[in-house]
């Protein structure tokens, strides 16, 4: 009895001991346990924060490439119009110009015009004016022509016909060349396109696309 009374305290003690180091190492492991709780749930947050930036990063480039297949189908079928309205233009503007050289009022003005041009070009230049006409223009006009270059340059020029030529006139002297045909009224093949395309957009179309009516500019 006495043996069991002095080792009673002992026993306490270890088992206050053990039971003290049991809480601690309960509560450590609740501890860990929490923490990796917490970590688990911050890394699945970040991994679907991740994940949803990703999508969305992907989605973004999905419509991006989707808008500009879009917008490179609209501009071609803007220009594959624009550049119907410029043949269908051209043809027109060819149609009308030589009508207005079929009209011998609109074709005297168109010399006149012509010559004007070619003087303040070449000046009074001592060469001799060679002009290309339409083989088949009339003779009296063709006289008229002859007097009224000499009259202003003091020389008669060299008149060529020209089969392949069928409206306007084509002056040179001195190496330099007044184009004054329908193919050199219609050089600019630029901007009588973009001058087109205005027209029609002022008179109700749609407005004409960017760059439009280059294709024509580069076969001039």
Do not use: K
């Not at 409206?167 to 630029?190: K, P």
């Amino acid at each position: 009895m006495a043996a069991d009374a002095r080792t009673q305290p002992l026993l306490e003690t270890l088992r206050e001991r053990r039971d003290t180091r049991c809480r601690e190492l309960l509560a450590n492991a609740r501890s860990e346990a929490a923490n990796r709780v917490r970590r688990a749930r911050r890394e699945g947050r970040e991994r679907l924060h991740d994940a949803i930036v990703d999508e969305r990063r992907r989605a973004e480039q999905t419509i991006r490439a989707a808008e500009a297949r879009l917008e490179t189908v609209t501009r071609q079928r803007e220009q594959a119009h624009a550049a119907r309205l410029v043949e269908a233009g051209w043809d027109l503007l060819i149609e009308a110009l030589r009508a207005r050289w079929a009209q011998t009022e609109a074709r005297r003005r168109w010399c006149e015009a012509l010559l004007g041009q070619a003087l303040d070009t070449l000046g009074h230049s001592p060469s001799q004016w060679r002009i290309e006409h339409p083989s088949d223009w009339a003779s009296a006009e063709v006289r008229g022509l002859l007097e009224t270059v000499e009259e202003r340059t003091g020389r008669e020029p060299v008149l060529s016909p020209d089969r392949d030529l069928v409206a306007g006139l084509r002056v040179h002297a001195v190496g330099v060349c007044i184009d004054g045909s329908v193919e050199g009224l219609l050089a600019d093949g630029f901007r009588i396109q973009a001058e087109l395309l205005a027209e029609y957009a002022r008179c109700g179309g749609e407005e004409a696309p960017a760059g439009a009516g280059e294709s024509r500019d580069d076969e001039s």
